[in-house]
Nanobody, 117 residues
Framework: QVQLVESGGGLVQPGGSLRLSCAAS????????MGWHRQAPGKQREVVAI??????SYADFVKGRFTISRDNAKNTVYLQMNSLKPEDAAVYYC????????????WGQGTQVTVSS
């Protein structure tokens, strides 16, 4: 059984930082595409960052502020978020996609990020 468990969300002031974690079980973060997505109230879910093999990519609105990384030994994916803005507030989801699959196979339950003074 595959599980993705996010943690690390919370309340932070504008300009602050948070690090989200996604602990995976039943699936290897090193062998699959792993992505962070977010969904704000009234908006569609959007991709934030993905990592696959040795490559990473970011949505334009987080470039230079967010960093996605993996710890293969811990089977965990991270999202370091710096210089947070109020518009970054959302529920952040971790997702996994097996090679060759057209869409994500597994999703976590999400972790809330609130950016407010």
């Amino acid at each position: 059984q595959v599980q993705l468990v996010e943690s690390g969300g919370g309340l932070v002031q504008p300009g602050g930082s948070l690090r989200l974690s996604c602990a995976a079980s039943g699936i290897s973060v090193s062998n699959n595409l792993m992505g962070w997505h977010r969904q704000a109230p009234g908006k569609q879910r959007e991709v934030v960052a993905i990592t696959s093999g040795g490559s990473t990519s970011y949505a334009d609105f987080v470039k230079g502020r967010f960093t996605i990384s993996r710890d293969n030994a811990k089977n965990t994916v991270y999202l370091q978020m710096n210089s947070l803005k109020p518009e970054d507030a959302a529920v952040y989801y971790c997702a996994a996609r097996r090679p060759g699959r057209p869409s994500y196979d597994y999703w976590g339950q999400g972790t809330q990020v609130t950016v407010s003074s």
